[in-house]
């Protein structure tokens, strides 16, 4: 009798398992399933290029880097101002205290005309010469107005140049920063977009789980009526859709929490609709081009990262010669121009206006200046040298991303043909396991099991092509391939 009873069960299971490839088989052609169409793309929605550059023109981050950048221009400016000839002016009104001038003696004078003094008096009988105090006068009131021109002839060969350069590749860091906040910005905007995706795609096989469930307590219920199923599998079946309806809430809140995560990343309102116009279909994705070793020597060359730190080092390398020309003496080209009143050139003094000029060279240096200055080029040097060792580091660092995001890539489209085998064997493995459950030659656990594993083999699915998409967006940002998506300007 257990043998007929076997060999029944052998044949109901291969009946099952033929119709069952029948049926596959109709479904397979009958596109879209239910999860593939709540998956599908609309008109006007969102793509997660449009979500990527939404999120760099915003990203707060960025907009630092770009007020960061506009002070780096501006000191660019104050550096290259440096060549223009230094012009300074100055007015002044000086008022002296009063004074009586001392006498420097007496002179003798004389009011005949010009030649020897042939006789003490003339001839009325008047003396020709007379004895004169000597004393100058002093002038209270003093104004001047003053125009110097300076030309720092030295400093054009062993610092402003260097200062200037120094200010420029500084911009140069500046704007790398800004690309690479902003490359940041639309990479974590594009994977946030397809984590709304993911939410979404979890929340449709939650509902087609719990309607799974539902289906299960039904046909439970059914046998249960005719004797074929116990009450203990009627409670286990009202479980299970009660937990089901909770993973269908659970998965709402992450879908809220995903779209709210994406509104943030955009900046937008909350009002503001949230839709996809991209359908995760298992069409295939562009292979990556080249091999492990030329896409990391690809992106330790493209990183605005890298270039930044070059940038900064190169800066840091001509502060260090701009510090070191404090050392030298220094020379420089002026000339004035004074207008006075009264002016020092004229003596005596006399209260009136009159114009001077003068042009000169002057060499100055102090020997207190050179240890300064050697420390100062000392520790601008040792800055360069920490940023080249930074360097290192930040190219080790992307070695490493390359390398994750390339095998994440490769994991990923291995994912998407090895799911979709797990799917159908688990579409399949429902089926038969249903009919079987409905004949009675199944319990309800192996049907709860089978159904589990579909469950599985969706969000594997789902997981799959997200993780594909993902997987390239980070690969893309680790090559540096993303950086022609943005601009330097702020």
Do not use: C
């Amino acid at each position: 009798m257990q043998k007929v009873g076997f060999a029944f069960g052998l044949a109901l299971v291969l009946a099952s398992v033929s119709s069952g490839s029948s049926v596959l088989a109709q479904e397979q052609q009958q596109q879209p399933r239910e999860e593939e169409e709540a998956l599908r793309g609309e008109p006007n929605g969102l793509s997660a290029d449009a979500v990527g550059k939404r999120a760099a023109d915003t990203s707060y981050s960025a907009k630092a880097s770009a007020e960061a950048l506009r002070g780096a221009a501006a000191r660019v400016d104050a550096a290259w101002s440096a060549f223009l000839p230094r012009l300074s002016t100055v007015a002044s009104y000086t008022r002296l205290s009063p004074l009586t001038p001392p006498t420097l003696g007496t002179l003798i004078v004389s009011n005949e005309p010009a030649g020897p003094i042939t006789s003490f008096t003339n001839a009325s009988g008047q003396p020709t010469i007379i004895a004169q105090p000597l004393s100058f006068p002093v002038v209270l009131d003093n104004w001047l107005l003053q125009a110097t021109l300076t030309v720092p002839i030295s400093d054009y060969f062993f610092r402003i140049n260097q200062n200037y350069t120094a200010a420029t590749n500084a911009r140069e860091a500046a704007k790398y920063d800004l690309g690479s906040a902003r490359t940041k910005s639309a990479s974590d905007g594009k994977i946030t977009f397809y984590n709304y995706l993911r939410a979404k795609g979890a929340l449709v096989v939650a509902k087609l789980a719990l309607e799974d469930q539902k289906t299960h307590l039904t046909d439970t219920k059914n046998l249960s009526e005719v004797g074929n199923a116990t009450r203990v599998d009627v409670l286990r079946g009202e479980t299970a859709v009660a937990a089901a309806e909770l993973a269908v809430v659970q998965s709402q809140n992450f879908l809220d929490l995903a779209i709210k995560q994406l509104r943030v990343a955009m900046h937008v309102e909350d009002s503001f609709p949230i839709a996809s116009s991209e359908t995760l279909d298992a069409t295939a994705l562009p292979a990556v081009q080249g091999n492990l070793q030329s896409l990391i020597a690809e992106a330790q060359t493209q990183r605005f990262e890298v270039r930044s730190i070059d940038a900064n080092a190169a800066s840091a390398r001509q502060q260090a010669r701009a510090a070191r020309a404090g050392a030298y003496p220094v020379v420089s080209a002026f000339g004035d121009a004074i207008l006075a009143n009264p002016n020092q050139r004229i003596f005596p003094q006399t209260q009136e206006w009159f114009p001077t000029w003068d042009l000169g060279v002057r060499i100055t240096w102090s020997p207190n200046d050179v240890p300064t200055a050697l420390a100062s080029s000392a520790d601008a040097n040792t800055r360069a040298a920490g940023l080249d060792a930074q360097k290192q580091v930040v190219r080790d660092g992307i070695a490493i991303e390359v390398t994750q995001a390339y095998q994440a890539v490769q994991e990923a489209d291995f994912s998407l043909t090895s799911t979709a085998k797990q799917l159908s064997s688990a579409r399949e493995a429902v089926r038969v396991a249903r009919e079987l459950f409905k004949a009675g030659r199944v319990n309800s656990t192996t049907l709860t099991d089978a159904e589990t594993e579909l469950t599985r083999a969706r969000l594997a699915v789902l997981n799959a092509r997200i993780d594909a998409r993902t997987a390239r967006v980070r690969l893309d940002h680790a090559l540096g391939r993303d950086n022609r998506l943005v601009t330097l300007n702020p």
